[in-house]
């Protein structure tokens, strides 16, 4: 009898312990949130009673790259146009192909199908074993000496003080000059097409307005930028007022900075001072403004 009792005692003890799946979502859910409130995966991660290690990589508390390139943000637009010049660096190693930075730059631009501002190259190299695959994210370089600038007969593609190429909706005749122009192929033609055309329906989503270049501009057929050539602007509409790019906002793996590249405590200016940085064709001498750090291990 003496054995038996232990032995009911010792599977009562272990029901004890037991954890249903409802409690240990709930453990799970209140760890998810400590983590998510630390602030630093560190903080959670780290052994009670031992001091906490900086995990490499990961930035320091209350650091967020994001939160840094907003302040970037605000400490340029406190200065005046022509003394900031905006830059985008791209960490190729971090980037994913996700494609994530594609469809918030064409939800935010209302592009229609042809009209991709930022592409994703998707380079598989080798054979098996030896295997390789790298994504490389595409845009308008927004060029020191940007030839789509020269080719433009009626001057509606000009290049600002802060360093943007934008474009004149309502000069823009539709010639295509500047799409022959670009050594980089970041420039596409409107034709008015929609992705819901002959569907049941046209929806509302491909019909609403864009507001690139701090304007209004409602689709509607024969009007601009329908029949216009189309680039990516760097968000001049969002960054003026203080918001970062979209692409830079929703790229997953943290790949994309933006900000002034003549601020040095920005995190961009940084980040191209201190990496071993590439610009796309360099030897064209058109001076991108897009620079690209890991590049050197991509095969291309």
Known sequence: MGEENRVEKSIAASKKKRISRKDFLKLSSLAGLALAASGSPAAVLAAEG??????????????????????????????????????????????????????ACKAENV?????????????????YPGLKRDFVPVLCNHCEDAPCVAACPVSATKKREDGIVDMDYLKCIGCRACLNACP????????????????????????????????????????SPIGNARKCHFCIHRIERAVLPACVATCIGKATYFGDKEDQNSLVSELIAKSKTMRMKEGLNTKPRVYYIGLEEVRL
């Open 50 to 103: 031992e001091p906490k290690k900086e995990m490499s990589g990961l930035p320091k508390e209350g650091a967020d790259i994001l939160i840094r390139m907003q302040d970037d943000l605000l400490r340029a637009l406190a200065k005046p146009r022509d003394a900031r010049k905006w830059a985008m660096a791209i960490d190729v190693r971090k980037c994913i192909g996700c494609f994530a930075c594609t469809i």
């Open 184 to 223: 980089y192929g970041s420039r596409q033609s409107d034709f008015g097409q929609y992705y819901t055309k002959n569907t049941p329906k046209l929806e509302s989503y491909e019909t609403r307005p864009a507001f690139e270049y701090k304007k209004e501009w409602p689709r509607v057929n024969g009007k």
């Open 111 to 127: 592009s229609p199908p042809g009209i991709v501002y930022r592409r994703v190259l998707d380079l598989e190299t080798g054979k």
